[in-house]
């Protein structure tokens, strides 16, 4: 099987790589293959027993079982016991002789030796004896489980997992069971997304899963646990959540929790790349300050902790096609433009005697940013298509300030206050070109149009969440107050030079030289109120009241240049608008829940009033609408055993449309795209469910999850755009009923360990389907897309010297459309991939991470395929303090972005700047002194 997934690997580049590129990848996969198979040939055994209460007699459900090499104690394999008690170890090994142990809370933990003689063991009854406060105390310290169960926290036990010397917490989290962390170092657990990072309970660096996990080292954590991630009205009541993601908590080491750690990194390169980078942590107990900056030109975050990788642009950055998602923050070179960024931020945590706690961050943060792209679109008409290529270039300096606090008044064990504000200053001058042209289906040139744009812009942002949590008693009853607000003030300036030639019959061309004044501003408070009534034991019934208001004025004044006094002061009444919004809703609730060990159900309803108010006082008009609509919100888990449970949501909610929906005038940034505002808009009404279930089994280490979410929305605002002969398109809003999404999948996972190594896979297959409608000169279209994705992804480790991840992954995209004039669309997408890291010899790291992309259906002119591979050598210096880094990245020098972008009414090709080859020299720098006594300290 595992030749099979590497041979699904080696067919796509076969057929499209040269030859001369394609043997050596071939030989590489099948070297490969043939590690794997022969690292699994140990002897495989199978022991298997019960595990039972010694005075009572019954079962103990969720024991922790595992066995340890008897000559140096390493972690061999482990397992839980079921309801019945019953457990089944399976482990490959060449050990003759094991050690078993049972850990179970407030029970003596069990020790036995274990001959592996036959491939099947059966081991009579183990009953445990409870333990006395002084056993606990030293099983404790003798003992540690590598995995424990405490109702809804699995928590494992850092040192049970080996990992190379200097491994990071994202490398000892890989080796957890269930874990998965992919190439942007996005977490998941059983299939489930870790969306909280906390460190000793407390957010680190603003919940930055990255930030944590790859600059804490492995060997100053003591535990890992995850949980249901909760809010902190659930934490403070006991309420169960309703939330599917996951929080990790890492817990240091109480001999490690005093002291310092950080690192710091400087390199330069060829094509004047550089990056530089510095963080610093401080603990005392409670108490943690950090700090970190950083400056690049590599769009990297720069603060990656990551031996070989972290100068490679988030892990080397990628060829990247988008297929309509867009682009999204840094990509590392795979992304939109060449960014110059400068990051520089604080973060303080501290926990007084009085329980008041503290946490405060501040980030800088500036990005220079310049991009060109090319861009053909095919545009869809009832009776036809027409066809615009455009080139644009821009260039982006951004400044943003940002400030949060959150600050913890434990007024007793039954009071809670919690008030947490922030604050935002951005500030930005942006300029853009853009040349663009119309053809029709045979080529003639129907219009040209060039525009240049220029924008100073400031934006205020201040919020503040406030959360009054009083319980009563101790059956659950509670009454909460949660009240957030926030305020956004955001004024530009704005210059825009245009002109447009229309050609045909009637040739003419039209100029504009503009400024617009903006300023708009928007408040937003709502408020929450909750009571908590217990009914019987495990239920009770939820009373709730919901507030919300969003006021939004725009005020955008358009003046054009005045030849006569050289001057920005004709007022254009036309194309200003001042417009008022006012969005309020009332959401009185009623609702039954029920907490049990196993099933937890809750049903909410109520009625939604929403009244949206609109008035524009240039313009002179105002409309008013109100709305009544049923709210729901429902849940259902239930957990079926040990690693296996279902998850069931239904909700309704609404959407207002934004300002620049609803105001009234055209926008003429674009002589070729006109929008202008419908003041007559509903507000949106959307149906969400939501389904998963997700087995994970300790006995094979394997993990199936399958999944599916579906939202049904009326009343959806959505383009309604009507083309002139001269193929000018101006574009205003309207709502529409029955758009629908639609995404699932299913992915299986397994780990097969022989003593030091191990191979992990997964194979996944997804699916994503949406149904959309559009207008096109008055006539209303449907448009059905598809997009069907299998993967395969394998990691092989080979005692912490070479590690090796080979992953496929191919897209099937169709696109279907209610026009009979239109022809549907297919085109599909490959993404190979390669990872390896090498760990010997000693002192030497060695990096290459190759990825090949090809796409069909791509126009003519764009690049469909490209190897992309990225190469880095690090070696330990000064007794391990120091790393000398030498990188090349994108070596074949055939990095590009070229993306398809499909929607309802167009079909687009797309090309724009991105990084290209460079080699990087670099040098980092790591301290560490923990422990508060000069005997622990230890650099590393």
Do not use: C
């Given at each position: 099987m595992i030749i099979f997934y590497v041979c699904l690997c080696v067919e796509p580049i076969h057929h499209q790589l040269k030859s001369k590129m394609t043997k050596p990848f071939i030989v590489i996969l099948v070297l490969i293959a043939s590690i794997f198979t022969s690292s699994l040939c140990a002897q495989e055994f199978e022991i298997t027993g019960k595990i039972i209460d010694k005075t009572a007699k019954t079962p103990l459900e969720s024991a922790t079982v595992y066995i340890e090499s008897i000559k140096d104690s390493t972690l061999i394999t482990y397992t839980i016991s079921d309801r019945k008690g019953n457990y089944e170890l399976s482990t490959r090994t060449k050990l003759k002789e094991v050690n078993l142990f049972v850990t179970f809370n407030g029970f003596q933990t069990y020790k036995q030796k274990v001959t592996?003689?036959?491939?099947?063991?059966?081991?009579?009854?183990?009953?445990?004896?409870?333990?006395?406060?002084?056993?606990?105390?030293?099983?404790?310290?003798?003992?540690?489980?590598?995995?424990?169960?405490?109702?809804?926290?699995?928590?494992?036990?850092?040192?049970?997992?080996?990992?190379?010397?200097?491994?990071?917490?994202?490398?000892?989290?890989?080796?957890?069971?269930?874990?998965?962390?992919?190439?942007?170092?996005?977490?998941?657990?059983?299939?489930?997304?870790?969306?909280?990072?906390?460190?000793?309970?407390?957010?680190?660096?603003?919940?930055?899963?990255?930030?944590?996990?790859?600059?804490?080292?492995?060997?100053?954590?003591?535990?890992?646990?995850?949980?249901?991630?909760?809010?902190?009205?659930?934490?403070?009541?006991?309420?169960?959540?309703?939330?599917?993601?996951?929080?990790?908590?890492?817990e240091l080491k109480k001999d490690q929790n005093k002291g310092f750690f950080g690192r710091a990194t400087v390199s330069g390169g060829t094509d004047e790349r550089y990056a530089m980078s510095g963080i610093g942590n401080y603990f005392n107990e409670n108490q943690r300050i950090s700090v970190l900056a950083s400056k690049n030109n590599i769009n990297s975050s720069g603060f990656s902790y990551d031996e070989i990788y972290d100068m490679m642009g988030n892990s080397g950055g990628n060829v990247y096609f988008g297929d309509g998602q867009g682009f999204g923050g840094l990509r590392g070179g795979g992304g939109q433009g060449i960014t110059t960024s400068s990051n520089a931020g604080a973060s303080f945590v501290d926990e007084f005697k009085d329980k008041t706690e503290i946490l405060a961050d501040y980030f800088f943060s500036r990005s220079d940013s310049e991009n060109e792209s090319r861009v053909e679109r095919e545009n869809i008409l009832p009776d036809g298509s027409f066809f615009t290529n455009s080139t644009s270039t821009s260039m982006n300096v951004n400044d943003s300030h940002r400030a949060t606090s959150e600050l913890q008044f434990k007024i007793d064990s039954t009071f809670k206050i919690i008030v947490a504000p922030s604050f935002r200053y951005t500030e930005g001058e942006n300029f853009s070109s853009r040349n663009e042209e119309s053809l029709d289906d045979e080529g003639t040139l129907l219009n040209r149009g060039d525009s240049q744009n220029s924008t100073d812009s400031e934006r205020?942002?201040?919020?503040?969440?406030?959360?009054?949590?009083?319980?009563?008693?101790?059956?659950?009853?509670?009454?909460?107050?949660?009240?957030?607000?926030?305020?956004?003030?955001?004024?530009?300036?704005?210059?825009?030079?245009?002109?447009?030639?229309i050609f045909g019959t009637t040739p003419s061309?039209?100029?504009?030289?503009?400024?617009?004044?903006?300023?708009?501003?928007?408040?937003?408070?709502?408020?929450?109120?909750?009571?908590?009534?217990?009914?019987?034991?495990?239920?009770?019934?939820?009373?709730?009241?919901?507030?919300?208001?969003?006021?939004?004025?725009?005020?955008?004044?358009?003046?054009?240049?005045?030849?006569?006094?050289?001057?920005?002061?004709?007022?254009?009444?036309?194309?200003?608008?001042?417009?008022?919004?006012?969005?309020?809703?009332?959401?009185?609730?009623?609702?039954?829940?029920?907490?049990?060990?196993?099933?937890?159900?809750?049903?909410?309803?109520?009625?939604?009033?929403?009244?949206?108010?609109?008035?524009?006082?240039?313009?002179?008009?105002?409309?008013?609408?109100?709305?009544?609509?049923?709210?729901?919100?429902?849940?259902?888990?239930?957990?079926?055993?040990?690693?296996?449970?279902?998850?069931?949501?239904?909700?309704?909610?609404?959407?207002?449309?934004?300002?620049?929906?609803?105001?009234?005038?055209?926008?003429?940034?674009?002589?070729?795209?006109?929008?202008?505002?419908?003041?007559?808009?509903?507000?949106?009404?959307?149906?969400?469910?939501?389904?998963?279930?997700?087995?994970?089994?300790?006995?094979?280490?394997?993990?199936?999850?399958?999944?599916?979410?579906?939202?049904?929305?009326?009343?959806?605002?959505?383009?309604?755009?009507?083309?002139?002969?001269?193929?000018?398109r101006t574009t205003t809003y309207t709502n529409v009923d029955g758009v629908f999404r639609g995404n699932g999948g299913v992915s299986y996972s397994k780990t097969i360990k022989r003593d030091s190594s191990s191979v992990r896979f997964r194979v996944g297959l997804y699916n994503n389907y949406t149904k959309e409608f559009n207008f096109s000169n008055s006539v209303k279209f449907s448009t059905k897309q598809n997009r069907l994705t299998p993967s395969v992804r394998m990691t092989y480790n080979y005692r912490e010297l070479l590690e090796i991840e080979p992953r496929y992954s191919m897209s099937f995209n169709t696109i279907q459309y209610s026009l009979e004039n239109l022809e549907n669309e297919t085109f599909q997408n490959h993404n190979v991939g390669l990872k390896t890291t090498t760990f010997w010899p000693k002192k030497i790291v060695f990096g290459n991470d190759l990825r090949y992309t090809y796409r069909t259906n791509v126009a003519p002119g764009f690049e469909r395929s490209a190897l992309f591979w990225n190469m880095s050598l690090g070696i330990k210096i000064l007794n391990d303090k120091g790393t000398i880094k030498l990188t090349a990245y994108d070596l074949l020098d055939q990095n590009i972005n070229t993306r398809r972008s499909v929607t309802a009414d167009y079909i687009q090709d797309s090309q724009s700047t991105v990084l290209q080859r460079y080699f990087m020299l670099g040098f980092t720098y790591k301290l560490s002194k923990v422990g508060g006594k000069k005997s622990n300290i230890e650099y590393f």
């Open positions: 592996l003689d036959t491939s099947v063991i059966r081991l009579p009854d183990i009953g445990l004896e409870l333990a006395s406060n002084e056993l606990d105390a030293v099983q404790i310290v003798a003992i540690r489980a590598p995995i424990t169960v405490k109702k809804d926290t699995l928590e494992f036990n850092a040192d049970s997992f080996k990992t190379r010397p200097d491994a990071t917490v994202q490398d000892l989290i890989k080796q957890l069971p269930g874990v998965e962390v992919d190439s942007d170092g996005k977490i998941t657990v059983n299939g489930k997304e870790v969306n909280k990072i906390l460190v000793n309970g407390k957010p680190f660096f603003g919940n930055d899963p990255n930030i944590a996990t790859k600059n804490l080292t492995k060997d100053i954590v003591d535990k890992i646990q995850v949980m249901a991630t909760k809010s902190e009205s659930e934490e403070f009541t006991g309420k169960q959540g309703t939330s599917e993601e996951q929080t990790i908590n890492i205020r942002n201040f919020a503040n969440n406030i959360d009054v949590i009083k319980k009563f008693g101790s059956k659950g009853s509670y009454i909460s107050l949660g009240i957030n607000n926030s305020f956004i003030n955001n004024v530009s300036d704005n210059f825009l030079n245009t002109t447009n030639e061309t039209e100029t504009r030289d503009q400024l617009t004044d903006t300023e708009s501003k928007q408040n937003q408070i709502s408020a929450d109120i909750e009571y908590r009534i217990p009914l019987k034991e495990k239920l009770f019934l939820d009373l709730n009241y919901r507030f919300a208001n969003r006021r939004e004025r725009n005020d955008r004044r358009v003046f054009d240049f005045d030849n006569t006094t050289n001057q920005y002061d004709a007022f254009n009444q036309t194309l200003s608008s001042d417009l008022k919004v006012n969005f309020q809703t009332h959401t009185p609730k009623i609702g039954i829940n029920y907490e049990g060990e196993k099933l937890y159900l809750s049903f909410n309803t109520g009625l939604l009033f929403s009244e949206l108010k609109n008035e524009e006082l240039i313009q002179n008009t105002s409309v008013t609408s109100s709305f009544s609509d049923i709210s729901i919100n429902s849940y259902m888990r239930y957990s079926i055993k040990q690693g296996m449970s279902v998850y069931v949501n239904y909700n309704t909610n609404t959407q207002s449309p934004s300002a620049q929906q609803l105001q009234p005038v055209a926008n003429v940034s674009n002589p070729l795209n006109i929008v202008v505002g419908n003041p007559n808009l509903n507000r949106e009404f959307n149906q969400s469910m939501y389904l998963n279930f997700n087995n994970y089994d300790f006995k094979s280490k394997s993990g199936f999850f399958a999944w599916f979410s579906a939202t049904l929305t009326n009343d959806k605002i959505v383009p309604f755009s009507t083309t002139d002969e001269n193929r000018i």
